[in-house]
């Protein structure tokens, strides 16, 4: 795995460090060009999308496991900044003149763009596990890179400046060749403000297809466990790996739900009613079984638990969790018809469900006594 990992990773961010480094001292870069183009785009466009595929298409916001990166309800709005700059960045790289003075101007804009999120990735990304590592190796060699050809293009506008008249037949075209003139300490923070009525056109477009006007700042901020996650609140108290939807049956009024004892799970004491110990039981054979499909199961069903944990003050009432009880006893009844179907000692295995681990060892002592007798 190292080896991979080192192939994959190290070599190319060394190698981009390197080249910043030489390109900061002598103003050009050390290796040839076509290399240095298969690295930019291996760096830029090729690692980001293996690692959003990776930690945030497809995955939900959770308390129990890797929450997604952007908010699923709001990454559609971020995805489109993130594929927009990298457009330009690979127009930049490959141009070989100096583009018309608009063109140029949003250029040049979507690099800023490609700046600001990457620094906000380093501190969103940064309290993930691993956060540090990830944030290093991916987004520190982006910004360096886009450092670079921000610089590479303010050198060739120069050069072309000095060789050629520039000018423009409108007033907007004027306009961007005047932007673009100025040198990088004033052109610079105007490309950023240049971004504000591009990102609000963009915010007003994304409502058509049912994004909030706040969408691309609700992407960082309605997650789980991250740098600009305002959501963590959610997750206090949460028991992971638990049966939701039985324990919020066994919360209903004792004559419909029907307590037998109470149990431990992770350390907090819960009140176990029978459906509650037959579902447990009925996952535990699934994960003996079928630890796959357990696997599968149990990332969906986590995402239950997720909506429950947002509207819990509704789950507190009584009767609410009477009605779930009545509603979770048919599948409580084809839970029992598969331990017993499947299983050699279902009563045994539902028994011991949350049981705590003194009682469990007591309990396996008391098995070896009787096996030796």
């Known amino acids: 795995m190292f080896p991979i990992i080192f192939l994959l990773v190290v070599i190319p961010i060394s190698f981009v460090v390197f080249n910043f480094i030489f390109y900061i001292i002598k103003g050009r870069i050390k290796t040839t060009e076509k290399l240095?183009?298969?690295?930019?785009?291996?760096?830029?466009?090729?690692?980001?999308?293996?690692?959003?595929?990776?930690?945030?298409?497809?995955?939900?916001?959770?308390?129990?496991?890797?929450?997604a990166l952007f908010s699923p309800e709001h990454r559609l709005g971020i995805y489109t900044l993130l594929i927009t700059y990298t457009l330009f960045y690979c127009i930049s790289i490959f141009k070989k003149i100096v583009l018309p003075p608009i063109v140029e101007l949003?250029?040049?804009?979507?690099?800023?763009?490609?700046?600001?999120?990457?620094?906000?990735?380093?501190?969103?990304?940064?309290?993930?596990?691993?956060?540090?590592?990830?944030?290093?190796?991916?987004?520190?060699?982006?910004?360096?890179?886009?450092?670079?050809?921000?610089?590479?293009?303010?050198?060739?506008?120069?050069?072309?400046?000095?060789?050629?008249?520039?000018?423009?037949?409108?007033?907007?075209?004027?306009?961007?060749?005047?932007?673009?003139?100025?040198?990088?300490?004033?052109?610079?923070?105007?490309?950023?403000?240049?971004?504000?009525?591009?990102?609000?056109v963009l915010s007003l477009?994304?409502?058509?297809?049912?994004?909030?006007?706040?969408?691309?700042?609700?992407?960082?901020?309605?997650?789980?466990?991250?740098?600009?996650?305002?959501?963590?609140?959610?997750?206090?108290?949460?028991?992971?790996?638990?049966?939701?939807?039985?324990?919020?049956?066994?919360?209903?009024?004792?004559s419909i739900v029907r307590p037998i004892r109470y149990g431990e799970r992770h350390g907090h004491k819960i009140i176990c009613n029978r459906q509650l110990l037959i579902s447990n039981a009925f996952e535990d054979l699934v994960q003996d079984k079928c630890p796959k499909i357990h696997n599968i199961i149990r990332k969906h069903y986590n995402s239950i638990g997720d909506l429950i944990h947002k509207h819990y003050h509704i789950f507190n009432i009584k009767l609410v969790s009477d009605i779930v009880y009545i509603l979770m006893k048919p599948l409580e009844l084809l839970f029992l018809f598969t331990?017993?179907?499947?299983?050699?000692?279902?009563?045994n295995r539902i028994a011991v469900?949350?049981?705590?681990?003194?009682?469990?060892?007591?309990?396996?002592?008391?098995k070896t006594e009787t096996a030796k007798k």
């Not at 992407?219 to 997750?235: I, N, R, V, W």
């Open 205 to 254: 477009f994304l409502l058509l297809f049912g994004q909030k006007p706040d969408s691309l700042i609700s992407a960082f901020t309605e997650t789980y466990k991250h740098g600009f996650s305002q959501l963590d609140y959610m997750c206090e108290n949460v028991e992971c790996g638990g049966h939701f939807l039985c324990s919020v049956g066994a919360n209903g009024h004792s």
């Open 36 to 67: 240095f183009k298969a690295f930019q785009i291996w760096t830029v466009v090729i690692v980001p999308t293996a690692f959003i595929l990776n930690a945030d298409v497809g995955v939900l916001n959770d308390c129990c496991t890797d929450s």
């Open 353 to 366: 469900q949350y049981l705590s681990k003194t009682d469990r060892q007591k309990l396996s002592a008391i």
């Open 339 to 347: 331990l017993y179907t499947v299983d050699n000692q279902p009563e």
């Open 106 to 200: 949003f250029t040049n804009s979507f690099l800023i763009l490609g700046l600001i999120i990457n620094v906000l990735l380093c501190f969103h990304i940064h309290p993930m596990e691993l956060g540090l590592f990830m944030w290093i190796l991916g987004n520190v060699p982006i910004i360096l890179l886009l450092f670079i050809e921000l610089n590479k293009n303010q050198k060739l506008l120069k050069r072309h400046i000095e060789q050629n008249k520039l000018h423009s037949s409108n007033s907007i075209g004027k306009l961007s060749l005047s932007i673009l003139k100025l040198e990088p300490i004033f052109k610079y923070p105007i490309l950023a403000l240049i971004l504000v009525p591009i990102l609000i």
